[in-house]
C-alpha cells in the first residue's frame, strides 16, 4: 500500500460488487462512492445450527411488517444464512477506492484471513472478550459475533466509525439476541490510553487486521499494544484476565524500490523490528509466533496468497 497522499488505493476485495446499490459519503479528501457489498462466508459445521436460528429469528421478528392492506410482509434480514450453500450472508458498506488517509473505509485482505482464523479457531474465539484495533468498517469484529457477544470495535475519525456503526445494526441480527455488549469506540494510536481511561472492558483477545502499512502508525500501533499488554493496566482494577492475546493479520506488500534496486518490503522489515522489540521489554512474560496460513482452513472468497500472515501474541499478566 505505497502512495502519495493524493494517490487513490484501490482495495483488492471486489467481491460480488452490486453497482446498482451504491450510496455516496462525503468525505473531506474527496467524495468516495461507498457500496453495499455481500460477502459470502462459509461456516464450520459447530455455527451451522446457532447461526440460521438467530437469522431464522430474527427474519420474523424484526423484519415483518405489513403493507397497505394490513398483510405480513418479511423482508430479508442484512446478514441472512443461505442453507444451500451454507453460506452466511453480511451486507456491508465499504469504498472501493479512498486515499491513504481514508484506507479504513475499505475491506482488506488481512479482514478476510483473520475472518478464516477466526472461524477455523472457534473455541479460541468463543464467549471471549474482543478488542479489535483499527477495525475499519467493521466486517471481521461483526463476524466475529457469531462466536461471542462481548465486542469492542476501534478505529479513528467520524466517517470510519459512522460507516462502522451502520455496518453493525444492519447485521446486528447475527448476534445472540440481548444481552450482548457491542460497542464501537474511537482510539487513536497516536493518542495512546489505557484501557481503564478508555473505560472499556478488559479484553481476553486483541486483534487487528492489515494495521501495517506505513512506519508511523506501525511505531504509534506498537505504542498503543505496550500500553495495552502492560499489567499495570489492569492490576487496580481486580479481576484481570490472567493471559491476554492478540492476532496481527498483515499482507506483506513487496515493492520493488530504485533505492534498493530490489524487491523490498520496509513496512514489514519494520513490523519484525517492532515485534522484537516488544520481546525484548517485556521478556518472559510475552511470546511471539508466526501462524502458519497453510494449516487454516478457507471460509472467506478471495485469493488467499502466501504474503498474508498472522502472527499470534501472548502476554501473561
Ligand atoms: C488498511 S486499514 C484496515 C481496516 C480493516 N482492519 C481491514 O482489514 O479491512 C487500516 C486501519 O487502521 C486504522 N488506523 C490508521 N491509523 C490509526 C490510528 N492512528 N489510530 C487508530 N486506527 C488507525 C485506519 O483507520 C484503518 O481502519
Request: some cysteine; aromatic content about 8%.
Amino acid at each position: 500500500m505505497c502512495a502519495c497522499a493524493d494517490e487513490l488505493i484501490l482495495s483488492d476485495v471486489q467481491l460480488n460488487r452490486d453497482k446498482d446499490s451504491q450510496i455516496v459519503l462525503n468525505k473531506k479528501h474527496g467524495e468516495y462512492a461507498i457500496h453495499l457489498v455481500d460477502f459470502h462466508i462459509k461456516l464450520p459445521g459447530c455455527l451451522i445450527q446457532i447461526v440460521s436460528e438467530r437469522t431464522e429469528k430474527s427474519f420474523g421478528i424484526t423484519d415483518s411488517i405489513h403493507d397497505d392492506d394490513g398483510d405480513l410482509i418479511v423482508s430479508r434480514s442484512a446478514a441472512n444464512f443461505d442453507k444451500q450453500n451454507q453460506t452466511l450472508n453480511f451486507r456491508i458498506h465499504h469504498a472501493m477506492e479512498t486515499h491513504l488517509a481514508d484506507v479504513g473505509l475499505q475491506v482488506w485482505m488481512g479482514a478476510l484471513g483473520m475472518i478464516d482464523f477466526m472461524l477455523d479457531n472457534v473455541q479460541l474465539f468463543r464467549n471471549k472478550q474482543i478488542l479489535e484495533l483499527g477495525a475499519g468498517v467493521g466486517l471481521t469484529g461483526i463476524v466475529a459475533g457469531t462466536l461471542t457477544n462481548k465486542i469492542t470495535l476501534t478505529d479513528v475519525g467520524e466517517n470510519i466509525l459512522g460507516l462502522c456503526e451502520m455496518n453493525y445494526h444492519a447485521n446486528q441480527n447475527i448476534f445472540q439476541s440481548p444481552p450482548h455488549c457491542f460497542e464501537i469506540r474511537e482510539l487513536n494510536w497516536h493518542k495512546p490510553t489505557s484501557i481503564k481511561s478508555l473505560c472499556i472492558p478488559k479484553p481476553d483477545i486483541i486483534m487487528a487486521c492489515d494495521v501495517i502499512y506505513d512506519n508511523d502508525i506501525t511505531n504509534a500501533f506498537f505504542q498503543t499494544l505496550q500500553i495495552l499488554l502492560n499489567g499495570d493496566t489492569y492490576t487496580k482494577e481486580g479481576c484481570r484476565p490472567s493471559i491476554v492475546k492478540v492476532y496481527i493479520s498483515t499482507e506483506k506488500r513487496l515493492n520493488f524500490t530504485l533505492e534498493d534496486l530490489d524487491i523490498t518490503c520496509k513496512e514489514y522489515n519494520h513490523f519484525l523490528c517492532k515485534l522484537s522489540e516488544l520481546e525484548n521489554t517485556f521478556q518472559s512474560s510475552l511470546s511471539v509466533q508466526r501462524i502458519d496460513m497453510e494449516d487454516i482452513s478457507q471460509f472467506c472468497q478471495y485469493n488467499q496468497t502466501q504474503q498474508l500472515e498472522i502472527w499470534e501474541i501472548q502476554k501473561q499478566l
